[in-house]
């Protein structure tokens, strides 16, 4: 098992945590010592039987209270095998002079009830294994011995401190989430949680509302809350079916293996449909028809890249993809601007949406189809926001596709500079005219002393409008001249900018706040002429660009989408392993 671990000291009430630097499990301590003025002490626990019911409580505090005192770093607490990195929020939680979870060296019903969500941390779309739940069903049972009728409170000191530990990163995993969203590295940042939350659990474990303590943790936004339902309801729709991944990889398209395992897997999930009064092979056609419909996948009944891949998801990577998308929500701020824009990679479309002050809700007010980077060229996920538009913009094309696509084609063929109406800029930013004289053999990766920029116009690949906002990326929002992707299913065609459909209309909803000095006609008039233009704004617009391959509705319908990126896949393995 594996850890990302970057470590910072601090005092209990401000301390902060970081997950970053990947180590094996089994050496996980060993990193954190140096890190630590006093390096921590792997705690051994001495279990000895007590028989009389009178002296369980007092035994197990005791126990507890001697596996604190041999603790001498206050950052972390090392019991055994398990490194308890909630450790400095334990007094801010509960006493060190009570136990809260066991009762004459059983689970009380407050333990019941914190087991129960540990065991089942699912629910929220969580991995039940990262707060202990194996551990702990391992050693509870061992607490009596039904044979010889002995009692080991020191297990139930250690299980007291790791329900305790497991509680804490429950509530904080369900309130910010486990990952760093920038690095996709584990994280253990309690700065980064909502300031209350260790008072939210506090009032949950005093007031037995366990629930209500970890429901209010949870992300606010509808998307999450209507994706959560979703889940849940999958979860036990689907409890007593199973299915597996197809192996459309190792089978030709055409073998009767791969037809059979096709129709077993769409049987399960009810895409084929048998009572159908057509032959076999129309039926499959159907049901892969079926199938691709619901993964927003091109329904032509055939087993293309996409479809191949959607095929590799079994039940439980199904399950996953959406927790994934539960993790990703996590990460989105506590509340957003009152007018923002969203593009979602894996769907492949944009939304605007306004604060609605008479009903209190965020409101669609436009929605389109966008074109997003190809998985080896992608877009990257960002936060920023739009702050000026340049009508009829020049592309000054960068550099890797300068040299890697643009390059090859004019040592080919110069006249193709003129057709794809492209102008060189030499190295002092003068137009070149005389391109003849320029020695193309020459160039190459190494050595490219000019640079190309198309002109403005109807072909300029860049389109009438390009939306700015600042990022290190150096990616924007634009339209194009080449039309024909916004109506396919599979948008997943640029070097890494968006291309945005509607265009126009975004560029109308941009200058609204600003219609005094630039009205709707004039807009009109500027898109008509081939003249560039730019628009600095009155109000930025907040942008973000996200990744969810799972989004669910008010009616708890959701849509799956392919993982493009397979970003998703790499954050299964850092959770699962």
Not at 259 to 283: A, P, W
Not at 449 to 470: A, D, H, M, T, V
Request: proline share 5%.
């Amino acid at each position: 098992m594996k850890f990302h671990i970057r470590y910072k000291k601090a005092p209990i009430k401000g301390a902060l945590f970081f997950l970053k630097k990947t180590v094996v499990f089994t050496c996980f301590t060993t990193l954190l010592f140096s890190a630590c003025k006093e390096e921590p002490k792997k705690i051994e626990i001495e279990v000895k039987p007590v028989k009389k019911i009178e002296d369980l409580n007092k035994a197990t505090l005791d126990s507890y209270k001697d596996i604190l005192s041999q603790n001498k770093n206050d950052s972390l607490l090392v019991l055994e095998t398990d490194t308890l990195i909630s450790f400095p929020f334990f007094s801010a939680l509960k006493s060190s002079n009570s136990i809260l979870f066991f009762e004459n060296c059983k689970l009380n019903p407050l333990g019941d009830t914190v087991l129960f969500y540990i065991n089942n941390a699912r629910l929220y779309g969580l991995y039940p294994n990262d707060y202990f739940s194996n551990k702990l069903k391992k050693i509870i049972p061992k607490i009596y011995d039904t044979i010889n009728e002995d009692y080991y409170p020191a297990l139930a000191a250690k299980a007291e401190l790791l329900i305790t530990d497991a509680f804490l990163k429950l509530g904080a995993h369900i309130n910010k989430g486990r990952f760093n969203p920038d690095t996709a590295l584990t994280e253990w940042h309690p700065a980064k949680l909502d300031t209350n939350w260790l008072s939210i659990l506090r009032f949950g474990l005093n007031n037995k509302k366990v629930k209500n303590a970890l429901d209010s943790l949870e992300p606010k936004h509808e998307g999450y809350t209507f994706l959560k339902y979703a889940f849940r309801k999958y979860l036990k729709e689907n409890e007593q079916l199973n299915w597996d991944s197809v192996p459309v990889y190792s089978l030709s398209d055409t073998s009767k293996t791969l037809k059979l395992l096709l129709k077993e897997r769409l049987l399960i999930t009810g895409d084929y449909n048998d009572s159908l009064k057509v032959n076999d092979s129309l039926k499959l056609a159907k049901a892969l028809k079926s199938f691709q419909k619901r993964m927003n996948l091109d329904p032509d009944g055939k087993l293309g890249k996409y479809t191949k891949q959607a095929l590799q998801l079994s039940k439980e990577q199904t399950i996953r993809q959406m927790e994934m998308a539960l993790e990703r929500w996590r990460w989105e701020p506590k509340k957003y601007p009152e007018k923002y824009a969203i593009v979602n990679i894996p769907s492949a479309n944009m939304n605007v949406y306004e604060w609605w002050k008479k009903k209190k809700i965020d409101t669609l007010v436009l929605r389109s189809n966008v074109v997003v980077g190809k998985p080896e060229t992608p877009t990257p996920l960002l936060e920023s926001k739009i702050n000026y538009i340049i009508i009829y913009p020049y592309w000054n094309v960068p550099f890797t596709i300068a040299w890697k696509e643009i390059l090859p084609m004019v040592q080919r063929d110069t006249s193709y500079l003129r057709k794809k109406n492209f102008e060189v800029i030499g190295a002092r930013g003068e137009v070149v005219t005389d391109i003849g004289k320029l020695n193309w053999k020459k160039y190459n990766k190494e050595y490219l002393p000019i640079r190309f920029r198309q002109r403005i116009g109807n072909e300029n690949s860049l389109g009438i409008c390009k939306f700015n906002f600042n990022n290190k990326y150096g990616v924007y929002l634009h339209d194009t001249n080449s039309k024909r992707y916004f109506k396919t299913f599979y948008r997943y065609q640029s070097h890494g900018c968006i291309r945005l459909d509607k265009y126009y209309e975004m560029a109308r909803f941009l200058i609204r706040d600003d219609t005094l000095n630039i009205p709707y006609d004039t807009l009109n008039t500027w898109l008509a002429r081939p003249e560039q233009q730019k628009i600095n704004l009155k109000k930025r617009l907040p942008i973000y660009i996200r990744y969810y391959t799972v989004q669910t509705d008010s009616v708890m319908n959701m849509k799956f989408f392919i993982d493009i990126y397979r970003k998703d896949e790499e954050l299964m393995k850092k959770i699962y392993k």
